[in-house]
């Protein structure tokens, strides 16, 4: 196995699967550029020619429902956006067009597409260019929702996406691109719909999306050191459909469960997860789901206000302390993330 | 010189000689404030001091401040995230607006709009948006509330080449002109949408498919505000007479990369400098430099006006990198009415 980026693995992924199905095409606003989304879309069109991968003028409602237009003939858009901001100018296509295309035609139609969008953070990228919207998308039925943590992660799962025969929607946030981790060569699938237990542990789970899972490793570490708790994480990676099982085997072994959701709280993913685990683990459950996420308030751009905004590995560490009874450690002298000091990997 | 052969000397005698004196000096410390105040920001730039994305106005000053001169007071301007020079033409708050960029508690938004979405409605630039072309339809409702309130008031959006590839541009033109609402569209033509060139964008000429509409179009590539102002001045009469929205195309050549304080002719996506080297002779700078001179005013003089806006622009830098940063509690501020 080769260590590589997560954009790497995004990148290569592409490739491949270009190169295994001449169906499969890239496009959207940037995607050409020296810049290439991040890296993620470098030399694709160099390698596969401007009929496979083109930009598109900036018209993301049209090019949203191009996709579908050019899915439901038998070819695989994947359509690239820079930001989850920019690809709602696409909502009326998802919620309306997407999502119930297949089940309108009494199951005759189907819809392989796959939507790309970066979450944005960092350096003021405040309330326009930083939302993650994976519940608002999750919560329409015919829609799957994918966000891949690890380069593992990003290949398996946008190999299974790109194959897939229903629109899902792959949201990376920005901060992962340079994270390094083994990726297997050739051809690796993960299915849609199972978590990965990014850190085992018996005391307390957290079960954490997209970034939450680099904050959650962090916490769970210095919990580790400072009270010889050992945490469990778990990274549904795809929020639906939803790996119930794993979250509910290690809320039932642990008895505590918070929900570390990259997202903000209300009528949000983790007010599902809580209610899934409420349910399921109420014998079990020693204290009630906790959630973290973003303050319910557009995203600032200030950095001491942006910092208030986001939830941290500080927050998770306290409230596990919180919920487990322990008095809360002397943080001083631990370094935490920040838009200078990103996580490398390896996870 | 050169600029002798490029002014419009018709447009120059048009006007009495001392108003005309009067509003080129205007004009030019409008032009000359956005261009030092940019200056500025790519000098601090590299401290991180300014945590914000910018996207700098560097060679479209001649558009904003020919436009904003033609408006009055309560005319409503609205824009995008290549705001700055639109702030600085309706604002004289320059503390504010380096407070924001240093998202400081003195700024125009306590620090929570940042470069990309920074207004300022008390002047009457009421909202900017760093969504491509999602100031439009606000700038059509507001066009819509002025003539309701029956002000005599109109309402400027300004937008680049590219907001027009989206389909709420076109809602937003057809609603204007069904409704005649009292509405100026102000396309900032630089022919780039971030890397990409508007010949791999658009298959139709900005000029003729808005005019198909029924709006009353004026296309331009010139760098000389005063010529702007004329243009738009009589825009605004028109407005307001024959309730027939008019929209002005606007061309200018953008110097920087598109977000960032740098050039970045060397990525490549658009040529060299000297493919540009006519827009940077008539940079707009210097062609209003060189048209004060013309009109007679003395280089001393010019000399003491960019004093004082270089002076003013130091001052404000200082106060926003000494000012304190919001306290927390400011987060949850200001989300509901
Ligand atoms: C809806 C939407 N799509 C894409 C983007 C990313 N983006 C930011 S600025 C920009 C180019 C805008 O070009 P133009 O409208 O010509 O304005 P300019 O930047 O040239 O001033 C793009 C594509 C965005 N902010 N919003």
């Known amino acids: 196995m080769k260590t590589i980026t997560y954009r790497e693995a995004i990148n290569q992924t592409l490739v491949q699967e270009m190169e295994r ?17 991040f890296g993620s879309t470098l030399g694709i069109e160099d390698k596969f020619g401007a009929e496979r991968c083109f ?12 996709a579908l237009g050019a899915a439901i003939n038998g070819l695989r858009p994947v359509h690239i956006h820079q930001r989850v901001d920019f690809m709602i100018l696409g909502m009326n296509q998802f919620s309306n ?24 953070r960092g350096w003021g990228q405040s309330c326009q260019h930083s939302k993650s919207m994976h519940s608002v998308f999750a919560h329409i039925p015919g829609l799957k929702v994918v966000l891949p943590t690890t380069p593992r992660d990003a290949k398996g799962l946008l190999t299974t996406a790109i194959r897939d025969d229903n629109p899902v929607i792959v949201l990376e946030h920005r901060w992962l691109y340079d994270i390094e981790g083994e990726v297997p060569e050739g051809d690796y699938v993960i299915p ?13 789970t957290v079960i954490a999306t997209s970034w939450m899972n680099v904050e959650a490793l962090k916490a769970a570490e210095v919990v580790q050191r400072k009270h010889g708790v050992e945490v469990e994480i778990v990274d549904p990676r795809t929020v639906y459909p939803l790996d119930e099982e794993t979250i509910v085997a290690s809320v039932k072994k642990t008895g505590h469960c918070i929900v570390a959701d990259y997202d903000w709280v209300f009528c949000g993913f983790s007010a ?16 009630p789901v906790s959630r973290l996420g973003f303050a319910h308030t557009p995203c600032p751009t200030t950095r001491p206000l942006e910092n208030k905004f986001y ?36 996870f | ?43 601090v730039y590299y401290t991180d001091v300014m945590k914000t994305p910018v996207h700098l106005s560097l060679g479209e000053e001649a558009i904003v401040a020919g436009v904003c001169q033609a408006l009055s007071v309560d005319d409503q301007v609205y824009g995008t995230c290549r705001g700055h020079a639109l702030y600085l033409a309706r604002s004289k708050n320059l503390g504010a607006f380096y407070g924001e960029l240093c998202g400081k508690v003195t700024g125009v938004a306590k620090g929570k709009a940042g470069s990309m979405h920074i207004s300022c409605p008390e002047s009457g630039f009421v909202a900017s948006s760093a969504i491509v072309s999602s100031t439009i339809p606000v700038a059509l ?3 819509f509330a002025a003539k309701y309130k029956k002000s005599n008031h109109i309402v400027a959006v300004f937008f680049g080449d590219g907001a027009t590839e989206e389909g709420v541009f076109w809602e937003t033109l057809n609603m204007a002109c069904l409704k005649k609402l009292p509405i100026l569209f102000v396309c900032e033509d630089n022919g780039m949408a971030i890397h990409a060139q508007i010949k791999d964008r658009q298959n139709y000429s900005i000029p003729e498919a808005t005019r198909s509409f029924g709006l009353s179009v004026h296309s331009d590539d010139t760098t000389d505000s005063e010529r702007i102002y004329s243009i738009t001045e009589q825009a605004v009469q028109d407005i307001k007479k024959t309730d027939v929205p008019h929209l002005l195309h606007l061309k200018y050549h953008r110097y920087l990369e598109h977000v960032g304080v740098n050039e970045d002719y060397s990525a490549g996506y658009r040529g060299q400098k000297d493919d540009y080297a006519d827009w940077y002779a008539r940079d707009p700078v210097l062609f209003q430099r060189e048209k004060l001179k013309l009109l007679g005013i003395i280089g001393d003089e010019i000399k003491l006006m960019e004093t004082e806006i270089d002076q003013a622009i130091n001052e404000s830098t200082k106060l926003a990198l000494d000012a304190p940063f919001p306290a927390d509690s400011e987060l949850f501020k200001d989300v509901y009415a």
């Open chain 1, 311 to 346: 939830p941290s590995a500080v927050e998770i560490i306290r409230m596990v302390e919180n919920k487990l009874g322990l008095e809360l450690a002397d943080l001083r002298g631990e370094e935490f993330y920040s838009y200078e000091n990103k996580f490398k990997g390896p």
């Open chain 1, 21 to 37: 199905d001449p169906a499969v095409f890239v496009y959207g606003l940037d995607v050409t550029d020296h810049k290439g989304i």
């Open chain 1, 55 to 66: 930009i598109t003028p900036l018209s993301e409602d049209a090019m949203t429902g191009f």
């Open chain 2, 141 to 143: 409702g507001a066009a």
């Open chain 1, 192 to 204: 849609i719909g199972k978590a990965n237990i990014v850190r085992g542990g018996s005391e307390i």
């Open chain 1, 272 to 287: 599902e997860i809580a209610a899934m685990v409420s349910e399921r683990c109420f014998k079990e459950l020693k204290t």
């Open chain 1, 97 to 120: 067009m997407y999502s119930s295309c297949r089940y309108m035609s009494g199951g005759k139609l189907k819809a392989p597409i796959v939507v790309r969008a970066v979450i944005g």
């Open chain 2, 1 to 43: 010189m050169f600029l002798k052969s490029i002014i419009n000397e018709d447009d120059c005698k048009k006007r009495t000689a001392m108003t005309n004196i009067e509003l080129n000096k205007e004009l030019y410390k409008k032009i000359y404030l956005m261009r030092k105040a940019e200056e500025k920001i790519q000098e």
